[in-house]
C-alpha cells in the first residue's frame, strides 16, 4: 500500500491511522448501484474501504447519466456491478470489489447481507427498503439510509447499536398509489449526489466510530431552499422482533387483483394470443422490451395517459399489464377499476425486470 | 400553527410551509383529520410520519398553537 494514498485523512486527528485501518477491515454492501449508489461507492471506494459489495441487475441507459456520473456513454447497455467494479478498481486497486448482478429478493438477501458489516440501502422502491430493512433488523446490521423525492431526501441510520430501525418511522409500506416513484415523479441530478455522499459519510462514521450518526434522527433536506431538519425519533421494540422475513414484500392492494409470475407470463406470450398493455414510458420500452413485440397485440400506454386512451384496451380479450418493477402495472388495474372499466386484467408480478431476470438466465445456461 | 411539508404532502398543498390559523386540532391524530378534511388527498396516505417541534409524534399527542408541526410522507427514490 502506498502509504501517501490516505494521508489526507489520516493527518486528521480522531481519525489517524487507527480509523483508517478499521476503514480497510471493513465490508460495506451497497444495495443499488444508481442515484445514490454511485457517490457512496465511489467515495468508500477511494477512501479505502477494505470489501464492497455491490447489488445491482439493471444495465446502464442514457438516462442514467444525469445523476450517475460514474458510467459514461460508452457503457450504455452493459452492467451496472460490472462498469462499477471497473472504474472503482481503476480509483483504487487496493481494495477488493464483490459484484452481485442480481435485484435483491426474498430468496437471496439473507445470504449476500449475512457476509458484510454495514449495508447502506441505495435503492428505489418500497419493497427492497422493507426487505432490506428486515432483513438488517433478522442479522443485525446497521443499515445506512437515503431516499429522495424530487428537490428533497432523507437519510437516517437505522439499526445501530440498538436504535431504532426504518419501521420505527414508517412502521407499514404505503400502498403503491400513494408515493410516486422516481420514474415517474423525476429527479434532478444532484441530488442524489449530496444524499448519498451524506450516506457514505455516516457509513464511514459507523465503521471508524467517530463523531456522532444520525441513529434515531431523520435528516430531511430540501435542497430548492437548502433547509435541513433533524426529527429525533425512538425505538419502538416490537420492530426488533422479526424473526423471518415476509413470504413476499411486493405491494398488496386494497383491491383483489389477478397477478401471474414472469415466468408463466412469457409462456402464454409467446404461445397465446393475449393483449398486453405496458404502461411504462416510451423511453423505458425503447431500452428494454420483450422479444417478438411487433407480431402480438401489444400496445404502449404509459400510466400517466391511461385514463384518457383507455378506450384503447380491448375489454374482450384477457388483458396482461407491463411496468418496469411491477408497481404501476398494478396502479394502472386499480386505476381502471376506479373508473369502473371491468375486464379480465391480470398484472405481470415484477415487470420487466422479473423478465429480464428469466431471460438472463436462459442465456446463461 | 405552522406546518412543515414533506415530499408528496407538498406536492398536494402546493407549498412547503401551511399557516393555518384555523385549525384547531388538539393532538396530531385530529390534525391529520383537518388536513383530509381540507385536502382530501391526504386520505390516500396511509403512512405518515409526523414531527412535533423535530421530535417524532405519535397520534396521541397533544399539539397547540405554538407548535411547529412537520408532515414527512415516507419517500422511495434513489
Not at chain 1, 426504518?166 to 408515493?179: A, K, T
Not at chain 2, 393555518?20 to 405518515?48: C, D, G, M
Request: charged share 25%.
Amino acid at each position: 500500500m502506498n502509504p501517501e494514498r490516505y494521508t489526507r485523512q489520516t493527518r486528521l486527528q480522531g481519525f489517524g491511522e487507527a480509523g483508517q485501518q478499521k476503514l480497510a477491515d471493513a465490508k460495506v454492501l451497497v444495495i443499488g448501484a444508481g442515484g445514490l449508489g454511485v457517490p457512496v461507492l465511489q467515495y468508500l471506494s477511494g477512501m479505502g474501504v477494505g470489501t464492497i459489495g455491490i447489488v445491482d441487475n439493471d444495465v446502464v441507459d442514457i438516462s442514467n447519466l444525469q445523476r450517475q456520473i460514474l458510467y459514461s456513454e460508452n457503457d450504455l447497455g452493459q452492467s451496472k456491478v460490472e462498469i462499477a467494479k471497473q472504474k472503482l478498481t481503476e480509483l483504487n486497486s487496493e481494495i477488493e470489489i464483490i459484484t452481485f448482478p442480481t435485484f435483491i429478493s426474498t430468496e437471496n438477501a439473507l445470504e449476500i447481507i449475512a457476509n458484510f458489516d454495514v449495508i447502506v440501502d441505495a435503492s428505489d422502491n418500497f419493497p427492497t427498503r422493507y426487505l432490506v430493512n428486515d432483513t438488517c433488523v433478522i442479522l443485525k446490521k446497521p443499515l445506512i439510509y437515503g431516499a429522495l423525492h424530487a428537490f428533497e431526501g432523507q437519510v437516517s441510520v437505522f439499526n445501530f447499536k440498538g436504535g431504532p430501525t426504518y419501521r420505527c418511522l414508517f412502521p407499514e409500506m404505503p400502498n403503491p398509489e400513494e408515493i410516486p416513484d422516481c420514474n415517474e415523479n423525476g429527479v434532478l441530478g444532484i441530488i442524489p449526489g449530496i444524499i448519498g455522499s451524506l450516506q457514505a459519510l455516516e457509513a464511514i462514521k459507523v465503521i471508524t466510530g467517530i463523531g456522532e450518526t444520525l441513529s434515531g434522527k431523520l435528516l430531511l433536506l430540501d435542497g430548492l431552499n437548502q433547509s435541513q431538519q433533524k426529527i429525533k425519533f425512538g425505538l419502538n421494540p416490537k420492530n426488533l422482533e422479526i424473526k423471518e422475513l415476509q413470504k413476499s414484500y411486493e405491494f398488496s392492494c386494497a383491491t383483489e387483483v389477478k397477478s401471474i409470475e414472469a415466468e408463466a407470463f412469457l409462456k402464454k406470450w409467446n404461445s397465446e394470443n393475449i393483449q398486453l398493455v405496458d404502461v411504462r414510458n416510451p423511453e423505458e420500452v425503447e431500452r428494454q422490451n420483450l422479444p417478438e413485440i411487433q407480431r402480438k397485440d401489444w400496445k404502449n400506454i404509459p400510466l400517466s395517459e391511461l385514463q384518457e386512451k383507455s378506450s384503447k384496451i380491448d375489454l374482450q380479450k384477457p388483458t396482461y399489464f407491463l411496468c418496469q418493477s411491477g408497481m404501476r402495472s398494478l396502479k394502472a388495474i386499480n386505476l381502471l377499476e376506479g373508473l369502473k372499466i371491468y375486464g379480465d386484467f391480470v398484472d405481470v408480478k415484477g415487470g420487466m425486470n422479473a423478465i429480464s431476470e428469466l431471460t438472463a438466465t436462459t442465456k446463461h445456461s | 400553527m405552522k406546518i412543515l411539508l414533506f415530499g408528496v404532502a407538498k406536492d398536494i398543498v402546493g407549498n412547503q410551509v401551511l399557516e393555518e390559523p384555523s385549525f384547531k386540532a388538539k393532538n396530531v391524530a385530529e390534525l391529520k383529520q383537518e388536513l383530509i378534511t381540507k385536502y382530501p388527498e391526504f386520505a390516500k396516505l396511509s403512512s405518515l410520519a409526523v414531527a412535533v417541534d423535530e421530535k417524532y409524534a405519535c397520534d396521541d399527542r397533544s399539539i397547540s398553537a405554538e407548535n411547529e408541526i412537520a408532515i414527512i410522507p415516507p419517500v422511495s427514490g434513489g
